[in-house]
């Protein structure tokens, strides 16, 4: 576990911690994590889930969308205006995604909205995660606007390796319920 920073010098470690971790343990922590994620309840349960798309060496959340989908979930994708501002907006399939303005793929401008207060279950991004749910994310705000709107099942997904002991904490920041790394699952 790491130690407390301030939230500018925790995304600068975590970066260099991320990009020295070894090729073959983040695949076997991606394929962990998917176990992991599919085997929750409240997953099981969901019918309407919102999942970033992971882009680089993030815990990988796209073979998570590919079940859902296989599953008849209906799966969202953020769609990020400037600002901060974010909707969840559904696709049928991943080739619908298309890259946005911040480069990740998204969904077209012209997909469904689906309304926060439908969401079952999220799975939030974040750089790394504190025991106590609260996460070092990337600093846009995006999620820490949108959580607040909804009462969805909240999951960060982590590295064990990168868990924190603590983290900054500011008013705005919201704790996901949950979150899974490749070894464990802890409940909030």
Same mark, same amino acid.
């Given at each position: 576990?790491?130690?407390?920073?301030?939230?500018?010098?925790?995304?600068?470690?975590?970066?260099? $911690?991320?990009?020295?971790?070894?090729?073959?343990?983040?695949?076997?922590?991606?394929?962990?994590?998917?176990?992991?994620?599919?085997?929750? +309840?409240?997953?099981?349960?969901?019918? &309407?889930?919102?999942?970033?798309?992971? @882009?680089?060496?993030?815990?990988?959340?796209?073979?998570?969308?590919?079940?859902?989908?296989?599953?008849?979930?209906? @799966?969202?994708?953020?769609?990020?205006?400037?600002?901060?501002?974010?909707?969840?907006?559904?696709?049928?399939?991943?080739?619908?995604?298309?890259?946005?303005?911040?480069?990740?793929?998204?969904?077209?401008?012209?997909?469904?909205?689906?309304?926060?207060? +439908?969401?079952?279950?999220?799975?939030?991004?974040?750089?790394?995660?504190?025991? &106590?749910?609260?996460?070092?994310?990337?600093?846009?705000?995006?999620?820490?606007?949108?959580?607040?709107?909804? &009462?969805?099942?909240?999951?960060?997904?982590?590295? $064990?390796?990168?868990?924190?002991?603590?983290?900054?904490?500011?008013?705005?920041?919201?704790? @996901? &319920?949950?979150?899974?790394? +490749?070894?464990? @699952?802890?409940?909030?």
């Amino acid at each position: 576990m790491m130690d407390y920073l301030s939230k500018k010098s925790q995304r600068e470690r975590l970066h260099q $911690e991320v990009a020295l971790l070894a090729d073959d343990y983040i695949a076997e922590s991606n394929a962990q994590l998917l176990r992991r994620v599919t085997l929750l +309840e409240e997953y099981a349960a969901a019918r &309407n889930i919102m999942i970033y798309y992971s @882009v680089k060496r993030e815990p990988d959340t796209i073979r998570i969308a590919e079940d859902a989908l296989a599953a008849k979930k209906t @799966v969202a994708f953020p769609y990020c205006y400037r600002g901060g501002v974010m909707e969840a907006r559904f696709v049928s399939c991943l080739s619908e995604l298309e890259e946005s303005m911040l480069g990740i793929p998204a969904p077209p401008d012209t997909a469904q909205i689906i309304a926060p207060s +439908e969401l079952d279950f999220i799975i939030v991004p974040a750089l790394a995660y504190v025991l &106590n749910g609260y996460r070092i994310g990337y600093g846009g705000g995006y999620y820490d606007r949108f959580l607040p709107k909804t &009462n969805a099942f909240t999951v960060g997904l982590a590295r $064990e390796c990168l868990l924190m002991k603590a983290a900054p904490k500011e008013p705005h920041d919201i704790a @996901v &319920n949950c979150i899974v790394t +490749e070894s464990a @699952v802890y409940r909030i």
